[in-house]
């Protein structure tokens, strides 16, 4: 039997136009909640850090809401790290993004050193 150490769950596309990020929060809390045998993190890089914007109107562009899937990964405390770069070049701080209690910021590095740490990376 292959035992995986951790997943790492990276996404980088835009949250409007694409359900990757989305995809990726419901992907991670899924694995999370089979029994937290496998430490699961999901990573938000380049454009899909927009999903976390506490102003974000996804209706507005026609998709639904993303309460339902942060309500998901608040259930299965599921740690989503945002990179601090990605931030950046959005022009946002951590206060602009909504409240979740196992939200960490983290730098190019140290993504670098997780995927290297992981078991399994799964890019959407």
């Not at 999903?51 to 507005?60: G, T």
């Not at 998709?63 to 299965?76: H, K």
């Not at 959005?90 to 992981?118: C, F, H």
């Amino acid at each position: 039997m292959l035992m995986v150490e951790s997943i790492v769950i990276l996404c980088d596309s835009a949250a409007v136009g694409k359900n990757s990020a989305v995809e990726a929060i419901r992907m991670g809390s899924g694995l999370v909640a089979l029994g937290e045998a496998v430490p699961t993190t999901v990573v938000l890089s380049g454009d899909a850090v927009l999903l976390l914007v506490k102003k974000a109107n996804p209706k507005e562009v026609g998709q639904d809401s993303y309460d339902a899937v942060m309500e998901m990964a608040d259930l299965s405390d599921l740690e989503i790290c945002v990179v601090t770069e990605a931030l950046k070049d959005a022009g946002l701080k951590q206060d602009d993004l909504r409240p979740y209690g196992k939200l960490k910021l983290i730098t190019q590095a140290e993504l670098a050193s997780k995927i290297a740490q992981a078991g399994v990376t799964f890019r959407l």
